[in-house]
């Protein structure tokens, strides 16, 4: 099968990865515009199966660093720490923390080396009936193809959503109006363990800190007329929280911007159609969840997995269909259980549990918590995420111990 892939980012790499080691004709169209930093270095263990399948952790591992787990620090008194070590053992129990470029980098030498073609062209494609067709420009420049169009197109164009804006395609806007900004630094404290991912609640929002090799990404994630009070400009914004929040301005007395501050918008937007008649979309451009709990990468890849898995199982039309209802569950259970750390319930629970464990000590509680904590690192990194026994659990645990319906949380997040 011939198969256009527009866009080269992660998703588009790894599908042509994939597909081209079952023997399809796979091209990849990117303009190759790489900035100097991009959001999403922080990565989940469910990714790590990927890269052990492609062959590419060891190189991986070479750029970015160990991630052992996520801090949360819902208040100033509170803090708590998920490790992921507490995975059942048939998981990887880690996953890194990566320089985007070095990693995109990565992930687009294997689909070459697995045997995809790379042009660098901007695609802007035309359509008809809600059949896509590459320009006569960019048909010229696949000589294999002798002038025959791609039976299958991939949008793989991230937030762009290429498909979607040409057939005007509506997405499903999330509940909350936020902008990130985000840039590296040098001087912060160094996080215990090292490369744990930190995450703390701010008066308006929330903010995270994530290792790199000699360098911290930090970022912010507000309401966008709480970040416009801040400052004019994204460094302003960002040098305002940096300033005010007390906990932070402890722990970044001596630190110094490397970076232009970047900005990200547009978060929580889900397509209401992931496929059509000759094309599907992957990644980003089918949709986003939240930065919250770094879910975005492993979609992203989990979405080009699952379509190589259907298109080897299935006819493309029935393929298609199954892929769309798949994703479609996974970006749900995400959704879900990022609810759950917004609305602060999910400390509320773990506080739950620790007041019961000091209360009735000759309970065997304790075995209740690790049970909990194994339910919980296990949806956060990606590998039970969208199981109907974890949601189940989390829904139950939820509503038995903190009632129904969703009250005020102290933790809630602005």
């Not at 259907?310 to 006819?315: D, L, M």
Request: charged letters at 25%; hydrophobic letters at 40%.
């Amino acid at each position: 099968m011939r198969i256009a892939i527009i866009g080269g980012g992660p998703s588009g790499s790894i599908v042509a990865a994939l597909l081209s080691r079952r023997g399809h004709d796979t091209v990849i169209f990117d303009e190759d515009c790489q900035k100097e930093i991009v959001v999403g270095e922080s990565l989940v263990p469910g990714v790590i199966p990927v890269f052990r399948r492609l062959g590419i952790e060891e190189k991986i591992a070479a750029v970015g660093i160990r991630k052992p787990g996520v801090t949360f620090r819902p208040s100033q008194e509170k803090e708590f720490a998920f490790s992921f070590e507490s995975l059942p053992r048939r998981f990887p129990r880690y996953a890194y923390n990566v320089p985007r470029p070095d990693f995109d980098r990565i992930l687009a030498d294997c689909a070459i080396e697995s045997g995809a073609r790379r042009i660098p062209l901007r695609v802007e494609l035309e359509v008809e009936n809600d059949f896509l067709r590459l320009p006569a420009a960019a048909i010229g420049r696949v000589k294999e193809w002798d002038g025959f169009q791609p039976d299958l197109f991939i949008d793989a164009t991230g937030r762009r959503r290429q498909v979607a804006g040409l057939l005007g395609i509506p997405a499903e806007i999330g509940s909350r109006r936020d902008v990130s900004h985000f840039a590296h630094y040098k001087g912060f404290d160094e996080e215990t363990p090292a490369g744990q991912v930190r995450i703390n609640r701010l008066a308006e929002g929330w903010c995270w800190r994530i290792p790199l090799r000699g360098r911290m990404s930090f970022g912010i994630v507000l309401d966008r007329a709480a970040a416009a009070a801040l400052g004019r400009t994204p460094e302003e914004r960002l040098e305002a929280v940096l300033r005010n929040d007390p906990i932070l301005r402890q722990e970044t007395e001596n630190i110094k911007r490397l970076t232009p501050a970047m900005t990200h918008g547009n978060y929580q937007l889900v397509s209401s159609r992931g496929h059509g008649a000759n094309w599907v979309a992957v990644g980003d451009a089918y949709g986003f969840v939240d930065p919250m709990l770094s879910p975005g990468m492993m979609v992203a890849l989990q979405s080009s997995v699952i379509l190589d898995e259907e298109i080897a199982a299935h006819p493309t039309a029935v393929a298609l269909r199954k892929y769309e209802t798949r994703i479609s569950f996974v970006l749900e259970a995400w959704r879900d259980l990022i609810s759950y750390f917004y609305n602060g319930r999910i400390f509320d629970l773990h506080e739950s549990g620790r007041e019961h464990l000091s209360r009735y000590p000759w309970l065997p509680l304790e075995k209740v918590d690790a049970f909990m904590s194994a339910i919980l690192s296990g949806m956060a990194s990606g590998f039970t995420t969208d199981s109907p026994w974890s949601r189940g659990i989390l829904r139950s645990s939820s509503r038995f111990v903190l009632g129904d319906p969703v009250g005020s949380s102290k933790y809630a997040v602005a």
